[in-house]
């Protein structure tokens, strides 16, 4: 036995919104849990309390995974986004559970992220067994003046963002309302992020050790492929063995089914949970763009304004027979990243608007998602965009907001992918699915998938609520 080698509970490989909300509620229930991250604590350039924008999460492994620079916002799926949806490209493929099983776990969520929201002026908001745990934020400055003539000239139904921040100026919360958020490293630990919000309550439980700068190398099998032993592990170059009865993977879109491909067997040979072949496919996502209401000078104020959102276009209607879409406030958007060429323009049109974008679902089918090999996911087909759709989407908008007074731009840029879920997705046919209803790998008894990609379908708001909440959910019955 190697002298590195060690037992726990419980091992958690990642720090994403799943995996510290997995460890969390496993601490909470009493496990001894070991959590593993290939990078490391994020250390910002210097240190003041600027927000940092130009560091590229995306491509680095840090504690907290991508939720370092989400947008907070905190979002329920609605009840419907649970069964099967007729779309324009196909239909979605519904869960293995409804909306009712997760419903306390989006309570506790909620509370654990401290989600300010509200119900009032919501369409079709799915029931609530405990209230909001904090009141909305309100519309700030310019944000306010839109929303009211929305209600008053466009007849539009105008809904708050539900937000998880530290903010309680009569307590000495820390957020301060800044006009960052959306793409941004917060330096006041304001934003609740995977760390902030999930990773350091458990830690705090004294039941936890973090485990930066490790690899994991593979999933480790009883002799019969049928029960989860724990890992192989590297770290300074060692290799080592955690042994563990509870194994959780957060490893993102492609890490995920790539370490559960890496760690096939003689009794799995295509993988743990590929006997069906659903491994890295069934991608799907979020189709996203951006819709600018033009204002002059407005971004002179530098007000906060992700606050507010339109989700009135949610299903289908008399006259569209698909879900159209929702439209979302964004926080200050920085012209970074764009052209020489371009830059002047954009700067323009930024500098004089209220940043909005629209988003709809895109789908998915047995083609999209990745070919595997024991390091590398290559992409085989994207999510199914819902083309007419999202051009309904961006019209609809453009409309409304000219209702209310606004001249809007839309730029005709590719719509971006956001969301990203389905890659070992659950469901009740192993032929279809990696991961049964309780996010355990078909067939490898205590080995769980606990971020996005377990998740069959996307619904058209934001997921993080639901990646916690499923989270909390699998480590309650894990």
């Given at each position: 036995?190697?002298?590195?080698?060690?037992?726990?509970d419980?091992?958690?490989?990642?720090t994403?919104?799943?995996a510290?909300?997995?460890?969390?509620?496993?601490?909470?229930?009493?496990?001894?849990v070991?959590v593993?991250?290939?990078?490391d604590y994020f250390?910002?350039?210097?240190?003041?309390?600027a927000?940092?924008?130009?560091?590229?999460?995306a491509?680095l492994a840090?504690?907290g995974?991508?939720?370092k620079?989400y947008?907070a916002a905190?979002?329920?799926?609605?009840e419907?986004?649970?069964?099967?949806?007729?779309m324009e490209?196909g239909?979605?493929?519904?869960?293995p559970?409804?909306?009712a099983?997760?419903?306390p776990?989006?309570?506790?969520?909620e509370?654990l992220?401290k989600v300010h929201g509200?119900?009032?002026?919501?369409?079709?908001?799915p029931?609530?067994s405990t209230?909001?745990?904090?009141p909305?934020?309100?519309?700030?400055?310019?944000?306010?003046?839109l929303?009211?003539?929305?209600?008053?000239?466009?007849?539009?139904?105008?809904?708050y963002?539900?937000?998880?921040?530290d903010?309680?100026?009569?307590?000495?919360?820390?957020?301060?309302?800044?006009?960052?958020?959306?793409?941004y490293?917060?330096p006041r630990d304001?934003?609740?992020d995977a760390?902030v919000?999930?990773?350091r309550p458990?830690?705090a439980?004294g039941r936890?050790?973090?485990?930066?700068?490790?690899?994991?190398l593979?999933i480790?099998?009883s002799?019969?492929?049928?029960?989860?032993t724990?890992?192989l592990?590297?770290?300074?170059?060692?290799e080592?063995?955690?042994?563990?009865?509870?194994?959780?993977?957060?490893c993102?879109?492609r890490?995920t089914p790539?370490?559960?491909y890496r760690?096939?067997?003689s009794a799995q040979p295509?993988?743990l949970?590929?006997?069906?072949g659903?491994?890295?496919?069934?991608?799907?996502a979020?189709?996203?763009?951006?819709?600018?209401?033009?204002?002059?000078?407005?971004?002179?104020?530098?007000?906060?304004?992700?606050t507010?959102a339109?989700?009135?276009?949610?299903?289908?209607?008399?006259?569209?027979?698909?879900?159209?879409g929702?439209?979302?406030?964004?926080?200050?958007?920085?012209p970074t990243?764009?052209?020489?060429?371009?830059?002047?323009f954009a700067q323009?049109i930024?500098?004089?608007s209220?940043?909005t974008f629209?988003?709809?679902e895109?789908?998915s089918?047995?083609e999209?998602?990745?070919?595997l090999?024991?390091?590398?996911?290559k992409?085989?087909a994207?999510?199914?965009?819902n083309v007419?759709?999202?051009?309904?989407l961006r019209?609809?908008?453009?409309?409304?907001?000219?209702?209310?007074?606004?001249?809007?731009i839309?730029p005709?840029?590719?719509?971006?992918?956001y969301h990203s879920?389905?890659?070992?997705?659950?469901?009740?046919?192993?032929?279809t699915?990696v991961?049964?209803?309780?996010?355990?790998?078909?067939?490898v008894a205590?080995?769980?998938?606990?971020?996005?990609?377990v998740l069959?379908?996307?619904?058209?708001?934001?997921?993080?609520l639901?990646?916690?909440?499923?989270?909390?959910?699998?480590?309650a019955?894990?």
């Amino acid at each position: 036995m190697n002298k590195d080698d060690f037992s726990c509970d419980a091992l958690v490989i990642g720090t994403g919104l799943g995996a510290s909300s997995f460890t969390y509620g496993l601490a909470k229930r009493g496990k001894d849990v070991v959590v593993i991250e290939q990078g490391d604590y994020f250390r910002p350039p210097s240190p003041d309390l600027a927000p940092l924008h130009n560091f590229n999460f995306a491509n680095l492994a840090i504690v907290g995974g991508l939720s370092k620079s989400y947008g907070a916002a905190m979002y329920r799926l609605r009840e419907r986004d649970f069964q099967p949806i007729e779309m324009e490209r196909g239909p979605t493929p519904g869960w293995p559970i409804s909306y009712a099983d997760l419903e306390p776990f989006y309570g506790e969520a909620e509370r654990l992220f401290k989600v300010h929201g509200s119900s009032e002026h919501e369409i079709a908001e799915p029931p609530r067994s405990t209230p909001w745990p904090y009141p909305p934020i309100e519309h700030q400055g310019p944000a306010a003046d839109l929303v009211r003539r929305l209600r008053e000239k466009a007849d539009m139904s105008v809904s708050y963002v539900p937000l998880g921040k530290d903010y309680d100026p009569a307590n000495g919360g820390a957020c301060v309302l800044c006009r960052h958020c959306d793409g941004y490293w917060c330096p006041r630990d304001a934003k609740m992020d995977a760390e902030v919000a999930a990773l350091r309550p458990a830690v705090a439980t004294g039941r936890v050790r973090v485990m930066t700068h490790t690899e994991c190398l593979r999933i480790l099998t009883s002799p019969d492929g049928r029960r989860a032993t724990g890992a192989l592990l590297r770290r300074d170059g060692r290799e080592f063995t955690v042994h563990a009865s509870i194994v959780g993977l957060g490893c993102g879109l492609r890490g995920t089914p790539i370490l559960l491909y890496r760690s096939r067997t003689s009794a799995q040979p295509n993988g743990l949970g590929n006997g069906g072949g659903a491994l890295g496919r069934y991608w799907s996502a979020h189709t996203a763009g951006w819709v600018f209401a033009m204002s002059p000078f407005v971004q002179r104020q530098k007000f906060h304004q992700k606050t507010f959102a339109m989700n009135g276009w949610y299903e289908h209607s008399s006259d569209w027979p698909y879900p159209t879409g929702i439209v979302q406030s964004a926080c200050y958007i920085e012209p970074t990243g764009i052209s020489r060429r371009f830059r002047y323009f954009a700067q323009a049109i930024l500098a004089h608007s209220l940043h909005t974008f629209v988003m709809n679902e895109a789908v998915s089918s047995r083609e999209t998602g990745f070919a595997l090999s024991d390091n590398e996911a290559k992409t085989i087909a994207p999510p199914l965009e819902n083309v007419k759709s999202f051009a309904r989407l961006r019209r609809l908008t453009i409309q409304m907001y000219r209702a209310a007074g606004y001249p809007a731009i839309s730029p005709p840029l590719k719509p971006t992918s956001y969301h990203s879920t389905g890659t070992a997705r659950m469901g009740r046919d192993p032929n279809t699915s990696v991961c049964d209803e309780r996010c355990q790998v078909h067939d490898v008894a205590g080995l769980h998938v606990v971020d996005s990609t377990v998740l069959p379908s996307s619904g058209c708001l934001n997921s993080g609520l639901t990646v916690a909440a499923n989270a909390l959910r699998a480590a309650a019955l894990a």
